[in-house]
C-alpha cells in the first residue's frame, strides 16, 4: 500500500500529478513509480488521454482522491476531444481511459494520429500561473489548459505561453516528468503575429477552454444538421443543401487572414480533394480536430455554448406557416390563412421560390429569401386567381357597374388583366355570378388548343407547344388528360436519302476519342479513363452510349486503351506516392490510401500493394 500521495491541484494533468509523486518520493527508476502505482511496469506516461485510470484510482482510494469519472474529466483532455464526438465514441474513450484498451486505440479512434493539426511539441506553461504555483503551493505543476491544441494563450492572464523543456512525446515513454525543474521563468514573450490574428487567437483560447467547462452536448445526430442550417442562413447553401464552396473558402479566407489559418494548420485549398472544410460542410464520414469546428462556428457568429440553442434548428426561406393570402378580393385579405407552401428552385439563379396556395383559389409564389417583414406581402406572380377573384372581378363590373381603371385598382391590377378575365363572365344578365368560372375557363382553353392544332395540321406537339407555350403549360398542369386525347395526327416521313453514313461517323468519332483518350492519361491527377467519362469528351456522348456496335473502328480502340477498375486504382497508387514525395513528406500506408481516396477494405492486389507501399514506394 502507498503510504503517501501529494494533493491534486485545480486544473492539473494528471500526468503532473503522477510526475510530482514520482519526484517526491525520490524514486530514481521511472518503473518502480509505474509498478507502485498501477502494479504494472508497461504503462506509457500519455499527456493527454491517458489509461488504466481505474487502477490508480484503487490504488489510491484510501487517500479520499475524486472518483474516476471526475479525474477523467477534470485532469485529461477527454472533455475537449471528444465534444463534438457521438455518445457511443466518447463512451468507449471513456472505457478505454479507465480500464485500458490497446495502446494507443483511443488516439486513433479519435482521428488524432491522422490529423493535420500539429500537436505542441512540447509541455507548455504561463510564466504567470508558474510563479503563482510557487508562491502558494511551493511548486509548479503542468496545467490542463496550457496544453489545448492551438491555444496560444493562458486563459487566465491573457499572455502568450511557453514552450518548457520537455518534449510531449518523451523518448523515455514510461517517465512521468514534473514542471518543477523543467521550465525557465524568464522574460514573458511578446506577441509577434498582427493584432487581428492575435484577436482571433485569443477567441480560439477561448473557446478551447469552454470544451473543458461545459457538460457534452449529445451533437452526434445533428451536427451536420447545425452546419447546414448555419450555411443556410447566412447564404452559403440553398435551400436544398447546395454549398458555394468557393465562396464559402473566400469569405473564411478574408474573415481569419491567411496567416492566423497557417498558425491553426487549417489552410484552406478547394483544389485539394482532402480540404478540411469541404469534408466538414458534407457528410461527416470521419472525425474531425475541435480546432476545425470551433473555426466554423466562429465564423458563423457562433460560440460553443450556444449550440444548444441550434440543435434540431431547420431553415424556411418563407419563414414557418400560416402564411398571408394576397387576394384583394377575399374577406381574409392579408390574414394568415395559407397552410402551406411548396418550395422549388429558381433555374436562373438558385434561390428557393415559394408557391403559396389559399383554399380561396389565389395562388401566387415570389423568389426568396424573404429578408424583412415587408416581403411577406411581395407577390412575384400570381399563378392563379381563383373563383373568388373572378367572381368579385365579374360582381364589381356587372352589377357595380365599375370601369376596367376602377376595378383594376381595386382588385390591385393592371388593366390588361381586368380586360382578359372579365371575357370569362357568364352570359346570364342576373345579379348573381356563377360559381363555375373555372369551367368556362377550362372550356375556353380547351377550345383554343384544338383551333391551334386545326390552324397548324402539319406540325408536330413540340411546334405546336412552341407557338403558344403558356396554353400548353396551363393543359400540361389543370387537364393534362384532354391534352393527351387532343394531339396532332400527322406522322413525321422518314427519307431514305437521308440515312446516316456511320462509316464516315465512325472514323470522325474515332479521332476524336484518340484525343480524348491521350488527354486523360495525360491529366496530371488521374481519372477513370472508361467509355463514360471518354463520351463525355465527344461532341456526340450519345454515340459510344448508345450506338458503338455501328462504330467498330471507335469500339476496338476503346476496348485496347480504357482502363479497368484496378488498372486506375493502381495508377492512383502511384500518383498518391509521387505526390507525397513532392511534398517532402515520408511515405506511409494510411498516408496513401487517403490522398488516393481508397476506401478502407480494396481489391486484393490493391491491399498487397498499399501493405509494402512504405517499401517499394520510396524507389518510384
Known sequence: MIGYFPSLYEDELLYSWLARYHEHTGNISPKRTLNEIFNSTNIVAVLDIPSNINKLSEALMHFNIPEVESLIQNHTLFKYYTFFQSETLREKIFNNMKFGGKPGSSHLLLGINASTINEWKHIRFCHTCSQENINNYGESYWHVSHQLPKSFYCIKHDELLVDSL?????????????????????????????????????????????????????????????????????????????????????????????????????????????????????????????????????FFGVAVEELKDLVGKKYYPFGEAPYYCLNPAANHYEEKVVKGVIITSCTDTGKPVGTFKCECGFTYSRRGPDINKNDDFKVGRIKDFGVVWIQELNRLINIEGLSYKEVAKHLKCDIATVKKYVKLKPNDKDNNVSIKEPACIKALKEKEWIELICENPLLTITSIRRLNPALYTWHYRNNIEFLKMNKPKNKVEINPSSRIDWESRDLATLNQVIKVVETLYRLEKPIFVNKTNVGKHISNPSFIEKHLEKLPKTREYLIDNIESRIDFQVRRLFWSCNKIRENGEVIRKWKVRRMAGFKKTMDKKIELMLETVEIWGEHL
Open 166 to 298: 520537455i518534449k510531449a512525446r518523451n523518448k523515455h515513454k514510461h517517465q512521468y516528468v514534473s514542471a518543477n525543474s523543467n521550465i525557465e521563468i524568464t522574460q514573458k514573450l511578446k506577441p509577434s503575429f498582427n493584432s487581428k490574428t492575435e484577436q482571433h487567437l485569443k477567441m480560439i483560447t477561448r473557446e478551447n477552454n469552454k470544451l473543458l467547462e461545459l457538460t457534452f452536448l449529445n451533437l452526434s445526430l445533428d451536427i451536420e444538421g447545425i452546419y447546414k442550417y448555419l450555411l443556410q442562413i447566412n447564404g452559403y447553401a440553398t435551400y436544398f443543401g447546395k454549398i458555394d464552396q468557393q465562396k464559402l473558402a473566400e469569405q473564411l479566407i478574408k474573415f481569419y487572414g491567411v496567416e492566423l489559418l497557417e498558425l491553426l494548420d487549417s489552410t484552406v485549398d478547394l483544389n485539394n480533394p482532402s480540404c478540411w472544410l469541404k469534408a466538414i460542410t458534407r457528410k461527416h464520414r470521419k472525425a474531425f480536430h475541435p480546432i476545425r469546428h470551433i473555426l466554423l462556428l466562429n
